[in-house]
């Protein structure tokens, strides 16, 4: 059995590259490796089939053989550790990818799905006028601190890694909001990321589910 995704039926953000399941395309692009996508409505999200799967009822999911796995920081984790492309191969270099994996996750992202939060979810609760400058400007110093670990540099460390996919699909949910154009260096970085061959596969496979006509429609 080759490698089994799951992704959206349909994306929320009408196939722009924002799920999650496109981190997963780009990895394996990355990698090589070829994969099949299953698509799950939301409604099949949440019954015991799926859940066997992912416990949390989220997208994606990543089976290979008797391997299922969920979250994906390990099932990129998981990639990058088993197939070439995506790490280091001096020991060193390797362990600092994967802390920019974690960074990308644990430090960076949280705060911009405030933001999310923020405008999407809470966008008619009173409390939001108040509260959004507060995110906004968190977000400001998380940049502002990644921007000058970044330099002048391409990457984060060195060749382009696992530690920069990840970061790179973890800024790109800022584009909507104008945040990340008052950090250019960290624009150029991510569209740098979005000019890679592996990424543009990736982001044509999920643009073209969304594109395609509902089933029966």
Known sequence: ???VITAFERSPDGGKGLARDTRVRWALEEAGLPYEVRPVSFRAMKEPAHLALHPFGQIPTYEEGDLA??????IVFHIAQHHAGLLPDDAGARARAITWIFAALNTVEPVILELVTARILERDKPWTAERLPLVEDRIRDRLTQLAARLGDADWL??????GDLMMVSVLLRLRPSGLLDEFPSLAAYVARGETRP??????????AVNAAPPVGG
Request: glycine residues 12%; without cysteine.
């Open 157 to 162: 460390d060195g060749s382009f890694s696992a």
């Open 69 to 74: 796995l969920f979250e994906t920081g390990a």
């Open 198 to 207: 592996a990424y543009r596969r990736a982001f044509a496979a999920q643009w």
């Open 1 to 3: 059995m080759g490698i």
